[in-house]
């Protein structure tokens, strides 16, 4: 077949160029020929018409990719970097909060740390330091909204707090 000779190698390119990989580019020319090979009037085929049957073939790859929550190489790199900055991010985020608990009054920090780093009810808290459950809930207010100023983010407060839920601080 004259098309496969003279086109194989810019038929790789352009599927490689929607399948994002050289070998699975290849296996999708290779089979789009034997598909081709199969019918009759083979040798009437021009070359438009291959490249809209190969664009198609590489579509299709793709959906049933995704159909199947296969995962290329490419995309598990771009993974590993996005979670690897996230989690920087992440420990950032930590270590600012953590310097910004180290700086609240002592009554204030004592209070937060009670309630959610030791899992505290609001109340027991309250007996433990012999204080009114009115004062405990006063100083969890301030205690936020300090950390809310200075951490310029609420979503950052919370991510943390879910994150460190379980480590003692």
């Not at 198609?56 to 790199?77: G, L």
């Not at 991010?89 to 209070?111: D, Q, Y």
């Not at 919370?158 to 994150?163: D, E, K, R, T, Y």
Request: glycine letters at 0%; charged letters at 25%.
């Amino acid at each position: 077949m004259s098309i496969y000779d003279n086109h194989y190698c810019q038929m790789v390119i352009y599927a490689k160029k929607i399948v994002k990989t050289t070998s699975i580019a290849e296996d999708i020319v290779q089979d789009l020929f034997v598909k081709l090979l199969t019918k009759p009037a083979v040798n009437m085929i021009n070359t438009g018409f291959v490249y809209v049957c190969l664009k198609n073939s590489a579509i299709n790859y793709i959906s049933s990719k995704k159909n199947k929550n296969i995962i290329n190489d490419n995309s598990i790199d771009d993974l590993l970097v996005e979670s690897m900055s996230d989690l920087a991010e992440i420990e950032e985020r930590e270590r600012r909060l953590r310097v910004i608990i180290s700086e609240l009054p002592p009554k204030c920090r004592e209070v937060l740390m009670k309630i959610y780093f030791e899992k505290m009810k609001y109340a027991d808290a309250a007996k433990e330091m012999n204080l009114s459950f009115h004062t405990v809930k006063s100083q969890m207010n301030i205690a936020f909204s300090t950390i809310k100023k200075r951490m310029n983010s609420f979503s950052s407060i919370i991510l943390f707090l879910v994150i460190t839920w379980n480590k003692s601080f």
